[in-house]
């Protein structure tokens, strides 16, 4: 449960890729900084780092990414290997990993290299986002923290659920959506043996919807939400329609670019502040 104004942590998470968990991530961050004035954190923790490259093409900062950031300033510096004891319990500033974009929006950027660091001998690494972010009170800093989760089981997965309050999942309607959440309950089963978890499920919410669904969508539609474990979740009335210009679009891979997205993701923002709300 969060307490009064402390930013709740949301990961939008999903064992399947290609669902929209980058988009409805940036989307939902972007807007409620941009456009609500909330204070946001995006912690980008998906070695493809999606999430980082559109917002550094949205804000025209790739060029920096290459020279500066990506050397210094990124995710990894949370995931170092350490040896020694002193270096593990080394304080890691918020100032030396986060990058202000504008007085609400800010990024933890990703990093490609995560890939080459995935490996568990030290189990002290699926803390460090837990750890980055109590140890710098990031909670009082920010409304929200939003984490975009990679889709492959890794340390990152779990570090960002070690990490968060809340879980988001995105669904893309199709034959195989029930094998990417089945995946997801597990992996937060398993985890649950070894560490203390707060994470709770927020919801589930379709993307890349027909405007209006078909036959054979509502009825895999109808299908998934009955499945044990997902028929227990709450799912959104909101969701995010189709829109064909954010995948070729030269404005990029951002929500509130495009109408009719921005409308969506308006929406989802209400429907997700009023759950919040009523948890607290
Ligand atoms: N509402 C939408 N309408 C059209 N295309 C979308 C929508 N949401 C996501 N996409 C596209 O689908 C692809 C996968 O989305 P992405 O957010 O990267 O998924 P994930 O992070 O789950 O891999 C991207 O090309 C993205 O632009
Ligand atoms: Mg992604």
Redesign the pocket.
Known sequence: MIEGNKAPVIT?I?M??????????IGIGEYLANELEKKVLIIDI?P?F??TQSLLDKYELVDEYLSTFRKEKTIRKLFATTTDVYQRNAHIGKEEVIHEFNDNLHMVFGDINLIFDNNTMDNTRIKRVLKFIKSNSLKDDYDYILI?SP?TISIYTDASIVASDYYIV?V?IDKYSILGLTNLTNVIGNLKADAELNIKPLGVIY???DDKLTKKTQTLKDEFEKVENIGELYVFQNG????????VGLQG?I?SHYKK?KD?IALICEEMETILRSEV
């Open positions: 939008f999903n399947k890729g290609g669902v929209g968990k980058t988009t409805l991530c998906d493809q999606n999430a975009d889709p995105p893309k993307t890349n919807l995010t329609t189709y829109v064909r210009d954010l995948q891979n929500s997205s969506d």
